[in-house]
Structure formats: structure tokens, C-alpha cells
């Protein structure tokens, strides 16, 4: 412990908030963690169904995810058996009408040329426009003097009709949790240079083998106890005060058991329930009108025996033909205990939603037999559709962040919202806890 140890609540214990209890704990600090719910994870969590030990949604990591990576070891996670790596792909079933785009372990960017050179299902001019992307991109050092719309991006780079339908637009709507035509050109290409554009292992997709609760949060709570702090579930933040000399929070009915006095606090919820709680945060009415965007995960279960030919594939989706899956991946092939669990991913969901949780899992089953060919995929043995109506911030153009420094002493703010390069992932989380913790405590 530091001589200027100080005593820190970080409230909300999903990924951002627990990054920044991590990070508190680590530099010496007296850190109390309060979690509103009964576990830790936030949106990136464990959930049990039937007896399944599922997630609230089927989630991906990039090896670009450079802070999640530094503290999910610091937590004491193999990373390698946590995480099933493979390389940068966009695999659609041999007989959908997609293509076959596999990154070679080559270093970069040979890798890339290597799979645009050896992709399946792709014209000559499909190809040659993915390479003057990559490389107009790369020669404007990935940035835009004024932030427009993915699509116009797309544009304005020439971009084929399918190289559109079968790489971009399921890239974008993956990252970015916003269709193209209302998502920001900049951020996308903030994730593209980090991915596509860096070294070869920065455009791994790393898919978790573990449940989401066990790939960081549970970890990370145990880190922070063994550091010293307290972990808190069941305790929502009611209200937050400042004093002459730090922070109160006040938890239940404000009885002197809950109420914390505390030099200073993390605010680590979504924007709207920091905006409640934080009366004199100069950003509290820009937090308070972000929009959101849904993300469905419909899983399915077939006999154990059912295996794809690969841990996932890209799917294509079309409104029209009630197909609304984009990404599938088998869950067996990652965990033994999931043999034949398919988890079938419906990012910025909103119209497919609105179909019926049984409607559309219906829909989603007969989508997978008709693109693998497989009829018996028509007929799960059991279904569950998990939506998560806020899962994202909606990634707009020009889209203002808070940052993480309120302009209040000792004050800071965490969570996948906060201004940065990234669009609401774990990493953007992380990288905002691990930021506030340092503004903070550092
Ligand atoms: C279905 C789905 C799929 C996704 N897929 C991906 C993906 O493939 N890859 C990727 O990188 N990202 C993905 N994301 C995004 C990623 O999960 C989020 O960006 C990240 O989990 C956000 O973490 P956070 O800590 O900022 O916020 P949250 O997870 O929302 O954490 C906030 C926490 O604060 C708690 N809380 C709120 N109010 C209080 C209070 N008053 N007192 C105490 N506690 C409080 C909440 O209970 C919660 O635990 C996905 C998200 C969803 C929902």
C-alpha cells in the first residue's frame, strides 16, 4: 500500500468498472465495488437457462483488444485456453451464395493479399476494390477530415455491390452495432486500422471457450478481494454527494450502514443511469440522450452429434426471405459440454425482433438448414432467444463522448460510452476503466 492510498467506490461492476477496480486495487488503493445486480459482468455475462449455462449474447474479441488482454492476464486468465484464436475470416457456407475469405499466418500485410488472392466467391473486380479500400485507407492513415456515414464511405471508395453485401456490411453491423447507412465511417475505420491495418495477430478473432462471466468479471472480483477490497452485489448506488472532503454514496435507505464516504468515485454504468445519478456532471444531458441498438442471440440445441464444418460462419441475412442471422457459431466446437449448441448472432435487431421470440427462432432454424443444406437443422430440439434491447450505444457520425474527467474533483466516469477510438465493446470498457482508474487514483 501507498502512503497516499486513498479510499475509491467504483460503481458498477460490469467489464469497465471492474477494469477500473483492477487497476485501483493494483496501484495500492482501498477500492469498494458496488454491482446493482447479483454478479459481476454487466452486458458480457453468464446466464443460466434450462439448466444451460449460456450468455446473454454470443460475444467476439479481436487480438487488437490489447487492454483486455493485458488484464484478463493480470487477473490470472490463460488467455489460450480461454479463447479459441483463429485468424481474420469471413466464411459463408459452401452453397449460400457467400464467398470463403481466410487470412493465411503469414506476416502482414501478406496475410491480407494472401486472402484476398486465394478468397472463394469473389469477381476480379470484387477484389481489386477490397484492395484499393485497404489501400486508400492505409494511405489516409485511416482518418477523415469530416465523419460521414459507412455507406457513403463505401461509396466514395468504389465498393462493389458484393463486397459490400459480403464483407462491409457484416463488418460494420459486427463492430459497430449500427447498420451502415447510420454508422460512422471514422469509428469503422478506427477498427479496421487496429485490425486489418496492424500486425497479423491484431486481426486474430479470439472466441471465447468459457462463459463470459468466467472470461473476466468473476476474475477480476476475486483479484480485487485478494488485493484487499470489497465487492458489493446486490447493492445498487442510490444516490451519489459530494462533501468538503470526498464522496457519500448512498445505498438502500441511506441507514449509516449504507452510506459510503469515500475520497473519491468511479461511475461505471451505462450513461443514462450515470446521468441520474450524478446531479452536477456537465455531460449529463448528452449521456442521458444516447441511443441504442438491440442485439439478439437465438441458441439452438441439436443431438451432440451435429457439427459444422467450422467453429463459426458468416451468414447472409435479407429481410425479405426471413433470414435474419448473420454470424452462427457451434458452441460444441469451443466447449465439450455444448455439443450441439448452435448460438445464431442478429446484431442491430430491431425489425427482427419484432417478428416474436418463437417466430423468430423458427426462422433462424430454417435459414441454418437451407444455408448448410441440412434439413434436420430445421427441427432443434430446444431454443432460446436472449435480446438485449440497449446492447450497444448507436455508433453514429460524429457521435460527442463524454470523456472520463467530469470536471468535479475526484470524480471520473467509466464505461464502453466514454470518448475514444472504439465503438461499445469490451474493449473500449476496459480501456475507459483502466483510464478512469489512472485520472482517478493514478
Ligand atoms: C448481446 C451483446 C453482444 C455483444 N457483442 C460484443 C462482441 O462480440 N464484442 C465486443 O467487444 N462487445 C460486444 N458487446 C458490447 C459489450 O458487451 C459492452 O460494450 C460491454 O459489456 C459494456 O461494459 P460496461 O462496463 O461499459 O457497461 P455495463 O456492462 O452495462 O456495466 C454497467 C454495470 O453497472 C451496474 N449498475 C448500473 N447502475 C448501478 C447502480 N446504480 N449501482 C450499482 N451498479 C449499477 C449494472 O448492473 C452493470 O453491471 C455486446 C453487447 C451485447 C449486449
Redesign the pocket.
Given at each position: 500500500m501507498t502512503s497516499a492510498a486513498q479510499k475509491i467506490a467504483v460503481?458498477?461492476?460490469?467489464?469497465?468498472?471492474?477494469?477500473a477496480a483492477v487497476e485501483l486495487v493494483r496501484i495500492g488503493h482501498h477500492v469498494t465495488l458496488?454491482?446493482?445486480?447479483r454478479h459481476?459482468?454487466?452486458?458480457?455475462?453468464r446466464v443460466v437457462v434450462d439448466g444451460k449455462t449460456l450468455?446473454?449474447?454470443?460475444?467476439?474479441?479481436?487480438g487488437a483488444?490489447t487492454e483486455t488482454l493485458r488484464l484478463m492476464r493480470i487477473v490470472g486468465i490463460d488467455i489460450d485456453q480461454a479463447m479459441l484464436r483463429l485468424p481474420l475470416q469471413m466464411r459463408y457456407p459452401e452453397h449460400s451464395g457467400g464467398m470463403d475469405f481466410i487470412a493465411p499466418r503469414l506476416p502482414a500485410p501478406l496475410h491480407l493479399l494472401a486472402a484476398l488472392w486465394r478468397a472463394k466467391g469473389l469477381a476480379k473486380e470484387d477484389k481489386l476494390a477490397l484492395a484499393r479500400f485497404s489501400t486508400t485507407a492505409r494511405w489516409m492513415g485511416w482518418r477523415l477530415n469530416t465523419d460521414c456515414t459507412v455507406t457513403e464511405l463505401l461509396d466514395r471508395f468504389d465498393q462493389t455491390d458484393r463486397i459490400v453485401r459480403l464483407m462491409w456490411r457484416p463488418l460494420c453491423i459486427?463492430a459497430l452495432?449500427t447498420p451502415p447507412e447510420r454508422a460512422s465511417a471514422q469509428v469503422f475505420l478506427n477498427v479496421l486500422r487496429d485490425s486489418l491495418g496492424a500486425r497479423r495477430a491484431a486481426s486474430d478473432m479470439l472466441i471465447p471457450r468459457v462463459d463470459?462471466t468466467a472470461l473476466f468479471p468473476e476474475c477480476a472480483a476475486a483479484f480485487i478481494e485478494r488485493r484487499g477490497g470489497v465487492v458489493r452485489y446486490g447493492?445498487?448506488?442510490?444516490a451519489v454527494a459530494r462533501t468538503e472532503s470526498g464522496w457519500l454514496t448512498r445505498?438502500g435507505n441511506g441507514t449509516p450502514d449504507e452510506t459510503g464516504a469515500f475520497d473519491a468515485i468511479v461511475v461505471?454504468?451505462?450513461p443514462g443511469?450515470a446521468a441520474?445519478?450524478l446531479e452536477d456532471w456537465p455531460d449529463k444531458n448528452s449521456a442521458a440522450a444516447f441511443g441504442y441498438e438491440p442485439?439478439?442471440?437465438c441458441y439452438l440445441q441439436y443431438a451432440p452429434g451435429m457439427r459444422l464444418a467450422h467453429p463459426f460462419f458468416a451468414l447472409i441475412d435479407n429481410a425479405d426471405e426471413n433470414a435474419w442471422g448473420q454470424f452462427v457459431f457451434d458452441r460444441g466446437q469451443l466447449d465439450k459440454n455444448q455439443a450441439g449448441l448452435l448460438s445464431v448472432?442478429i446484431?442491430a435487431s430491431t425489425e427482427a425482433i419484432a417478428l416474436g421470440r418463437e417466430a423468430l427462432a423458427a426462422a433462424v432454424a430454417s435459414q441454418l438448414a437451407t444455408a448448410f443444406r441440412l434439413p434436420e437443422l430445421e427441427h432443434p430440439e430446444w431454443v432460446k432467444v436472449?435480446s438485449?434491447k440497449?446492447?450497444?450505444f448507436s455508433c453514429a457520425p460524429g457521435l460527442v463522448r463524454p470523456e472520463n474527467a467530469t470536471g468535479l474533483d475526484g470524480l471520473a466516469i467509466?464505461?464502453?460510452?466514454t470518448s475514444g477510438d472504439y465503438p461499445?465493446?469490451?474493449?473500449?470498457?476496459i480501456r475507459?476503466?483502466v483510464k478512469a482508474a489512472q485520472l482517478i487514483g493514478g
Open positions: 460503481v458498477g461492476a460490469g467489464w469497465a468498472g471492474c477494469a458496488y454491482e446493482a445486480t459481476p459482468g454487466g452486458r458480457a455475462r450468455d446473454n449474447g454470443q460475444h467476439i474479441l479481436l483488444y459486427a452495432n463470459l447493492a445498487a448506488v442510490k445505498t461505471a454504468t451505462q443511469q441520474g445519478l442485439i439478439t442471440t448472432v446484431s436472449i438485449e440497449r446492447a450497444t467509466a464505461g464502453d460510452y461499445a465493446t469490451l474493449e473500449s470498457a475507459s476503466g
